[in-house]
Nanobody
């Protein structure tokens, strides 16, 4: 069983920046950030493999950067040029290498408002 603990987020202004981090209690393969806005389905924001190959949703390309530190079992999300539509609960996700089981963090609120 792997635990994912998220930190960061909060209130940001349009055009501003926020950062998220997620620490895993064990070694994971691909890690990702998802988000879910009120009344909407959860969507993939960005993912990163252990080899640092990344993938981004079109809506965040050029604004968000996902990175990871394999030694610390931690994934990060740097969010720049924030927009009100980035407001959502952000969830960390990690996939176990051997079982391909998905683990989820508890979620952290990101609100973009002036």
């Amino acid at each position: 069983q792997v635990q994912l603990v998220e930190s960061g987020g909060g209130l940001g202004q349009p055009g501003g920046s926020l950062s998220l981090s997620c620490a895993a209690s064990g070694r994971l393969g691909t890690m990702a950030w998802y988000r879910q806005a009120p009344g909407k389905q959860r969507e993939l924001v960005a993912s990163i493999t252990r080899g640092a190959n990344t993938n981004y949703a079109d809506s965040v390309k050029g604004r968000f950067t996902i990175s990871r530190d394999n030694a610390k079992n931690t994934v990060y999300l740097q969010m720049n040029s924030l927009k009100p539509e980035d407001t959502a609960v952000y969830y960390c996700n990690g996939r176990e290498i051997s079982t391909v089981r998905d683990y989820w963090g508890q979620g952290t609120q990101v609100t973009v408002s002036s």
